[in-house]
């Protein structure tokens, strides 16, 4: 089963940039579709993005839509999330997640640890 480890988190001011970055080991990244989650304080864990295995398919939620791209690397086993235009809603910690299922990902088995992401004002 694939191990994942996310970072790239950090303090950011509203309309700035971040790229999270999700290394694998321990499998095939390329046979998983990797999703991005975050978690707000108080809030429900929420889907951010997926991308398929071999990046022909993305999927995000309308929250960041035209904000945030989702990209693979599979012979780097990496996965990176692209934060432009960053909100104060944003904050949360976000979490990389696989799923060894088929598109669309409906159940994800193996996830990271998580890496804050903070928006100030």
């Known amino acids: 089963q694939v191990q994942l480890v996310e970072s790239g988190g950090g303090l950011v001011q509203a309309g700035g940039s971040l790229r999270l970055s999700c290394a694998a080991s321990?499998?095939?990244?390329?046979?998983?579709?990797v999703g991005w989650f975050r978690q707000a304080p108080g809030k429900e864990r929420e889907f951010v993005a997926a991308i398929s295995w071999r990046s022909s398919r993305t999927s995000y939620a309308d929250s960041v839509k035209g904000r945030f791209t989702c990209s693979r690397d599979n012979a780097k086993k990496m996965v990176y999330l692209q934060m432009n235009g960053l909100k104060t809603e944003d904050t949360a910690v976000y979490y990389c997640?696989?799923?060894?299922?088929?598109?669309?990902?409906?159940?994800?088995?193996?996830w990271g640890q998580g890496t804050q992401v903070t928006v100030a004002s």
């Open positions: 321990g499998g095939t990244l390329s046979t998983y579709i």
């Open positions: 997640a696989a799923s060894g299922g088929s598109w669309p990902p409906s159940d994800f088995g193996s």
